[in-house]
């Protein structure tokens, strides 16, 4: 049996995010992880698993640069990425008009794009310069035992880790919710989408572009290493393309944009039929849930993640503050909760709005669209820039004012948890 102070489920960009943040404040931490490795990962996954790990986040917002910044972490994730600064809204025939980034945040006025697989590679790699943090892969976690000043948890080669408290971090399907007697409501949205990383040899430089046109939406946004992604709304009643099913992108991007890409310019590819979910609480006992484990959203809007991480920092926040007797167990939980999920339903909210609008085919409904996108960014350029870069999701850092009543003034190891 190991003794820590804090087990972390999970070696996503969520759980990794809330070890460099425990690291950082010199908490010591465990991650469990279940795959064999990082690598192992991608070499020997099964196809579905492959494109799961490369397919996800490309924005990375100026709030999670903030955070990524206070773990010291900022600089490595600016060198690596693409700055976009800007977004261009076209309908079938004209530009709409432009999303300008630059007023948003006084040190990161873009959308930062790198691939999901790029942001975990930097936290992963730089985790090794956490003295107080280990990550332990091959190592799921199979069994959870709450005590009264403690818990224990299990992994199925028969080694158990006993801490004061855990932040599971184990993915939109990890089982520790479900065992731990949380339920999840889920909710399927009818809209397909169908992606494709290429070769860009277009004009469209940093830019990041969407055209909601009467056929389907299409999205485009720039990629480290000349790379560019391509995401295609597919025809309505399409059902979702599998990994050997083949989708002519490019025919759907030509017709709808103008732009010609080559077939043989594809780097990798992957579908995905966005759906909601949420558990009934984020906290129970000593375990607290964090990203996808706790919340997804549709991926348009590209929030996800970056909610997640503002969940692991509080969250490990919390936890620190616990563990140096600053706060209030109970208090501090129903804290996380009530913050979290009300950016939670924000960002979900606005992730569901962004994906209605734009995937509504048809001449009336697109008519009637690109005149209420028109007058919009005409008249609310900032508002809407501010809304895309997630600067205006309510307590995206609540860990920067935690509420004085927060604080513990007794014996914190009498304190409920
Ligand atoms: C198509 C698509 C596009 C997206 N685009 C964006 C975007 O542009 N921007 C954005 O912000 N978000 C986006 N998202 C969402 C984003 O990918 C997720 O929010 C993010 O991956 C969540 O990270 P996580 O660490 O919570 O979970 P995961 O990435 O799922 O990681 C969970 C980890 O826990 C491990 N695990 C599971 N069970 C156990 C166990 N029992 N024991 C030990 N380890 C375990 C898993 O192996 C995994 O490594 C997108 C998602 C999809 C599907």
Redesign the pocket.
């Known amino acids: 049996m190991t003794n820590t102070a804090v087990v972390v489920?999970?070696?996503?960009?969520?759980?990794?995010m809330a070890a460099h943040v425990l690291g950082h404040k010199g908490v010591e931490a465990i991650v469990?992880?279940?795959?064999e490795s990082r690598t192992g990962?991608l070499e020997c996954a099964r196809a579905t698993e492959e494109i799961?790990l490369r397919?996800?986040?490309?924005?990375?917002?100026p709030p999670s640069l903030d955070l990524l910044d206070g773990v010291g972490l900022a600089d490595e994730f600016l060198c690596a990425g693409v700055r976009a600064a800007t977004g261009v809204v076209h309908d079938e025939r004209s530009e709409l008009g432009r999303i300008d980034f630059q007023g948003v945040h006084p040190r990161f006025p873009f959308v930062l794009a790198i691939p999901?697989w790029g942001t975990e590679s930097i936290l992963a790699s730089a985790i090794t310069g956490r003295p107080t943090v280990e990550v332990r892969y091959g190592?799921?976690?199979?069994k959870v035992m709450q005590e009264a000043d403690g818990i224990t948890l299990c992994?199925r080669d028969g080694s158990c880790c006993r801490a004061r408290y855990a932040i599971v971090?184990?993915?939109?399907?990890?089982?520790?919710a479900q065992a731990a007697g949380i339920s999840r409501r889920e909710k399927t949205y009818r809209a397909r989408?169908f992606?494709a990383d290429h070769h860009d040899l277009t004009n469209l430089g940093d830019e990041a572009h969407l055209w909601f046109t009467p056929g389907g939406a299409v999205e485009s946004f720039p990629l480290p290493a000349s790379l560019r992604r391509w995401i295609v709304q597919l025809p309505s009643g399409s059902p979702l393309p599998g990994p050997e099913d083949h989708v002519d992108l490019e025919r759907m991007v030509n017709t709808r944009t103008g732009y010609t890409l080559d077939p043989g310019g594809r780097t990798w590819q992957?579908s995905?039929a966005p759906q909601r979910s949420e558990l009934s609480r984020f906290h129970r006992g000593r375990l607290l849930f964090?990203?996808?484990?706790a919340h997804?959203m549709s991926?348009i809007g590209?929030?996800?993640?970056?909610?997640?991480f503002a969940d692991a920092e509080l969250a490990a926040t919390l936890v620190a503050g616990r563990l140096d007797g600053r706060l209030n167990g109970g208090d501090a939980w129903a804290y996380y909760e009530r913050a979290r999920k009300r950016a939670v339903h924000a960002a979900a909210r606005r992730a569901w709005a962004g994906m209605r609008v734009g995937t509504i085919t048809g001449r009336p409904g697109s008519w009637v669209r690109s005149r209420v996108v028109f007058v919009a960014l005409r008249t609310a350029a900032p508002l809407v820039a501010r809304h895309f870069a997630m600067m205006s999701i309510p307590m995206r850092q609540a860990s920067a004012r935690l509420p004085r009543r927060l604080t513990h003034h007794g014996d914190p190891h009498k304190a409920a948890e």
């Open positions: 489920v999970g070696a996503g960009p969520v759980g990794l469990l992880e279940r795959r990962r799961d397919s996800r986040a490309i924005g990375v917002m999901q190592v799921p976690v199979e992994c971090c184990d993915g939109a399907h990890g089982s520790l989408f992606m992957s995905f964090a990203g996808d484990a997804t991926p590209g929030q996800g993640m970056n909610t997640g």
